[in-house]
Each structure stands twice: as structure tokens, then as C-alpha cells.
């Protein structure tokens, strides 16, 4: 079945360093895929998305890009604040059907300043 | 517009008894589905609820059930309640066909003693 598959954390940066966590998927067909970020205490909320092979999905300074010879959608950030130490998910969904999204496992990033 | 809004935020329950999650819908949204976080790990999809009709179901056993109301309002029911059902419960809400907008609830965290 579908998967996504994240660097485990924890990940300890200090502020202004550049980040990256790394996330693969195995999927049928070509799917959507997602990164979500959880602070603590609260739900998941939509950080970048991306549609079909090569978009690149940015917000808030965050970027991944979809590479499907990889089959990879590491996100990257090229300054880090302490306002990002969340809990950040990658995840997919496939664009036909009625399917659900599929998470990997999530990696915490802390900075400190 | 109004977000995701979960009740109640925290619950003690004691192994084999009943409990009731619910979930109020994004304004505009006709679609929720329901995700289980276990501590550590990323949400498993539990089920998916489309015009008050179960559309999609994950791995979960059958005492997992729920209902989706006319104004698009969600119950997530878990019966003779297992320790393992310890997590925190997110409820997602969706306009089908549009773009995979989930808009996520805060959650509830149940705690199964």
C-alpha cells in the first residue's frame, strides 16, 4: 500500500541554520503530496502542497519540491527560527479516488537560539 | 470562516467503556474524516464521511464507528474502550472535489486507564 517514510527525529538546530528533513513515499500512480506542521498542543495545519511532478510548494520561507524520479519531497528552509520548533508531517494522497491521506510518522524539530 | 472545532479537548476513560468524540465541520465543508495519532507516531486514517454516509474506512476494528449529521457535523464513537485506543483523536474537514482543502481540528486527547 501507500507509504511515507520521514528521517526520524529529534532534529536540534540552532537559529539561522539551514534545515532539511528528508521524506520518500511509495505510491500507485502519481499522487499529491503534503507537508503539515504541528505545534504544541494543536491540530495539523497545511504547510506547502504539491500537485504533480516538479512543483515546487513554498510557504512561509519553507520549500519542497516534488521529484518523481525520487520519489522524494524533502522540505528545506534556509534560516530557521525558533517560532518553527513544531512537529512537521509529510504526507500523500493519491488523486483518483476517494482516498484518504497517508502520514508518515512525523519528525520534531527544536531550535534553539 | 470558522475552523475545525473538537469536543471535548481532553477525556479520562476507564478499559471497556463508551466514548463519544465530535467534531464541528469548516463552514462551507461536506466531508470529514477522522484520524487516530498515536504518542510518537503520524495519524492513521480511521474513517471518512461524506452526505452522512461512511465513504471510506481504515484498518480499525468495527467497535470504532461514527456519524456524520445534515449540517455536516461529525461523532466519533469508540466502543469497550482498549488502552491502545489511548491517543489523540483529529478530526479533518473537506469540500469534496476541491482541491484536498483538509482543515484540521485541535483534536482530542483520550487517555484509556
Known amino acids: 500500500g501507500d507509504s511515507v517514510t520521514q528521517m526520524e527525529g529529534p532534529v536540534t538546530l540552532s537559529e539561522e541554520a539551514f534545515l532539511t528533513i528528508n521524506c520518500t513515499y511509495t505510491a500507485t500512480g502519481y499522487p499529491s503530496l503534503f507537508w503539515y506542521v504541528q505545534y504544541p498542543g494543536e491540530g495539523l495545519q497545511l504547510l506547502l502542497k504539491a500537485t504533480k511532478a516538479d512543483d515546487k510548494g513554498s510557504n512561509k520561507g519553507f520549500e519542497a519540491t516534488y521529484r518523481k524520479e525520487t520519489t522524494s519531497f524533502h522540505l528545506e528552509k534556509g534560516s530557521v527560527q525558533v517560532s518553527d520548533s513544531a512537529v512537521y508531517f509529510c504526507a500523500l494522497i493519491r488523486n483518483s479516488g476517494n482516498t484518504p491521506l497517508v502520514f508518515g510518522k512525523g519528525t520534531r524539530l527544536s531550535v534553539i537560539a | ?113
Request: with cysteine.
Open chain 2, 1 to 113: 470562516e470558522t475552523g475545525v472545532t473538537q469536543s471535548p479537548t481532553h477525556l479520562i476513560k476507564t478499559r471497556g467503556q463508551q466514548v463519544t468524540l465530535r467534531c464541528s465541520s469548516q463552514s462551507g465543508h461536506n466531508t470529514v474524516s477522522w484520524y487516530q495519532q498515536a504518542l510518537g507516531q503520524g495519524p492513521q486514517f480511521i474513517f471518512q464521511y461524506y452526505r452522512e454516509e461512511e465513504n471510506g474506512r481504515g484498518n480499525f476494528p468495527p467497535r470504532f464507528s461514527g456519524l456524520q449529521f445534515p449540517n455536516y457535523s461529525s461523532e466519533l464513537n469508540v466502543n469497550a474502550l482498549e488502552l491502545d485506543d489511548s491517543a489523540l483523536y483529529l478530526c479533518a474537514s473537506s469540500l469534496t472535489g476541491v482541491d484536498y482543502g483538509y482543515t484540521f481540528g485541535s483534536g482530542t486527547r483520550l487517555t484509556v486507564v
